[in-house]
């Protein structure tokens, strides 16, 4: 049988004509074709769909706490630290791939941000990217090599660039895009393009900076319950091995 239809598959690839036989004859074959093809018994099914979380290069590999909540589908490449109580936030990307990027002790990096680092400043600042403790990023922020102080919050849609510092108890509003080197002193609120200061926050402005941090931790612990620690990647192997005829 495999002999007639290489021969007749030959004889179909050398006729140029469109005739009703030969169109007959290509159907003829293709379902034979799809017949002849079975799905090997030793083909591992996977049940799921995702992308990797922990994206290791070179020598550097992420560091994640364990007590921080990084969601499913976050993307953590290289010089990258997730400290105590952190949380970041579902489509987020910190790429550690030139220089090192932190998230400090109950921080958090809200949707669809993107945090990248350079090799260097052209301010001589550190080329780093730094945000210490009670920090709120908005979401689809875009952060390079920028500092970030102890209780600090950075609106949604903000653009740091590189070498700028944003000082203890300030806030950038919403849309606010800081130009490189720039500072942004302690105790006051700035927003615009380019950010511009608007007032001096009062002390009560202040004391909820932190406590915003801190709700936003609280909420990541109930989305934190919802994962394994180490994914479910087990489960598969565990498949595999049952399929296998392996005792587990």
């Not at 992420?62 to 976050?74: F, L, Q, R, T, W």
């Not at 709120?136 to 949604?156: K, V």
Request: proline share 6%.
């Amino acid at each position: 049988m495999a002999t007639t239809l290489a021969r007749l598959t030959r004889r179909a690839l050398n006729s140029t004509s469109l005739s009703p036989q030969n169109l007959l004859l290509r159907r003829f074959l293709s379902v034979e074709a799809a017949k002849t093809i079975t799905e090997s018994p030793d083909r591992v099914k996977w049940d799921y769909r995702g992308q990797r979380k922990i994206i290791p290069l070179g020598q550097w590999v992420p560091k994640v706490a364990v007590d921080a909540y990084v969601a499913p589908n976050v993307v953590l490449a290289g010089q990258v630290t997730i400290y105590d109580g952190a949380s970041v936030w579902p489509g987020a990307v910190l790429r550690g791939d030139l220089n090192k990027i932190s998230v400090g002790f109950c921080s958090n990096v809200q949707e669809r941000c993107v945090i990248h680092a350079a090799w260097s400043s052209p301010t001589g600042l550190p080329a780093e990217t730094s945000i210490e403790r009670f920090v709120t990023i908005g979401a689809y922020s875009l952060l390079r090599s920028c500092t970030i102080e102890p209780e600090c919050i950075i609106g949604q849609h903000s653009i740091l660039m590189e070498g700028s510092l944003v000082e203890t108890h300030s806030i950038l509003e919403a849309g606010s895009v800081v130009p490189p080197g720039r500072r942004i002193p302690s105790g006051e609120l700035w927003a615009g393009n380019p950010a511009r200061f608007v007032r001096a926050l009062t002390h009560e402005e202040t004391l909820e900076i932190p406590k915003l941090a801190v709700a936003i931790n609280d909420l990541s612990s109930s989305h934190f319950s919802e994962f394994l620690p180490y994914s479910m990647v087990y489960l598969e192997v565990e498949k595999m091995k049952k399929s296998l005829g392996i005792n587990i």
